[in-house]
């Protein structure tokens, strides 16, 4: 037994390395309701999604994968981002602006089954985020207890595999009878033929369900159960402000362009701003130059929500980087899959042997002072100790 437990112990420490955590990239999946109820939103979640998603949150070895559902799921796009080029997004931006709505039906829970299994076949080394799209709306069940045990169900096995969830809101419509996965009536349209709607839900609360007889669908409504959970992100679509950077984690990171007379070994100022909708710690790992990280250890930083704050991080640049006027380009990588914007940032620096200038001005100036100090205490240990003694005083 114990010849086993020192045969773990030793093959865990000799190749932990190899358990180190590695930038894998990340699935970005869509779940897209596209019913002809979303024609009215179209070129809203084009602009304000869609796009935003794709020039700004997805990098280089990431993968994206759009689900559209009416009556019925389907896998339209599922892509993987290879190199940051215009053209590869422009394709898939294009493709967006191919689909259109026709059907009148949306079945959700069946949409959420079928992600969980297309999900559940992704690599599991890779963080994953579902973006879900939608007004809310099942049109093909009435049965609101059964949906609402079938969407929690495929909801929890996605948050329990480590699924980050943000459920998009679009507007309801208003010309179906709206009942929410409780059994409670949320909307019903103006009646036909008289019938009061303060009747019609204390017939409803009766379940005399057969009484809502006013020419228009009645429909199961299942966003308000989404807005009611801890483990997702709720955020309506159509809100103004940056939808994107605010609900998927996006930092503003900005350096100063010009760096002036630098060694290879510098400082990098650094100004986060935190886009997020709470307060976050977030931990810089990795500082990319030419593909190398030149971060000499990690940068933690405390921000609130939407404020900003400038840390300083120590970095030794390439070797073969050769000395004078450079532009260097550099990525920078934090904890938890938090993005950047820009996902890279340029400063100019000329390059010299030796120590910074800042630096070694710096460490003379704190050389002096530290030599007055010490004179100026001497100077006062032999005044107390030698020569205010040895002073008499006069006789009178």
């Given at each position: 037994?114990?010849k086993l437990i020192l045969s773990l112990f030793f093959t865990f420490t000799f190749f932990s390395p190899l358990f180190a955590f590695t930038d894998h990239g990340q699935d970005v ?306 904890s938890n899959n938090f993005r950047t914007s820009p996902q890279t940032v340029k400063f100019n620096a000329i390059l010299m042997r030796g120590k910074n200038i800042p630096y070694t ?36």
């Open positions: 037994m114990k999946v869509i779940l897209m309701d596209y019913s002809n109820r979303m024609l009215p939103y179209i070129d809203e979640v084009n602009e304000k999604l869609l796009t935003p998603v794709c020039n700004q949150f997805l990098s280089e070895n990431d993968s994206f994968h759009l689900i559209l559902f009416n009556d019925h799921p389907i896998l339209e796009i599922s892509h993987q981002i290879r190199q940051m080029k215009d053209n590869e997004l422009e394709d898939l931006l294009f493709h967006f602006n191919l689909l259109y709505p026709i059907s009148e039906k949306s079945d959700f829970s069946s949409a959420l089954q079928y992600t969980h299994s297309y999900i559940s076949s992704l690599d599991v080394y890779r963080h994953k985020k579902l973006l879900i799209v939608s007004d809310g709306i099942n049109t093909e069940s009435s049965d609101f207890e059964r949906e609402k045990a079938s969407i929690n169900y495929f909801l929890k096995k996605l948050v329990h595999q480590g699924v980050e969830i943000v459920f998009f809101e679009l507007p309801s419509p208003k010309d179906r009878n709206i009942i929410s996965l409780d059994g409670k009536i949320k909307f019903l349209p103006e009646q036909v033929e008289g019938l009061s709607e303060r009747k019609l839900k204390r017939l409803w609360k009766k379940r005399i369900i057969t009484i809502i007889d006013n020419g228009c669908d009645t429909v199961l409504e299942y966003k308000s159960f989404f807005e009611k959970q801890k483990d997702l992100i709720f955020a309506q679509l159509l809100d103004d402000g940056e939808i994107i950077k605010n609900n998927l984690g996006i930092l503003d990171v900005n350096i100063k362009e010009k760096q002036g007379l630098r060694s290879k070994d510098m400082i990098l100022t650094i100004k986060i701003k935190n886009n997020c909708n709470q307060r976050q710690i977030f931990e810089l790992t990795q500082i990319l130059v030419e593909g190398e990280n030149v971060l000499s250890e990690n940068v933690f930083a405390k921000i609130g929500r939407g404020r900003s704050k400038i840390v300083k991080a120590k970095i030794s640049l390439p070797e073969e980087l050769e000395f004078g006027k450079q532009e260097i380009e550099a990525k920078l990588i934090f001005i710096g460490k003379i100036v704190q050389v002096i002072f530290m030599a007055i100090l010490t004179v100026a205490i001497l100077a006062t240990v032999i005044y107390f100790v030698i020569i205010k003694p040895s002073v008499k005083p006069s006789a009178k």
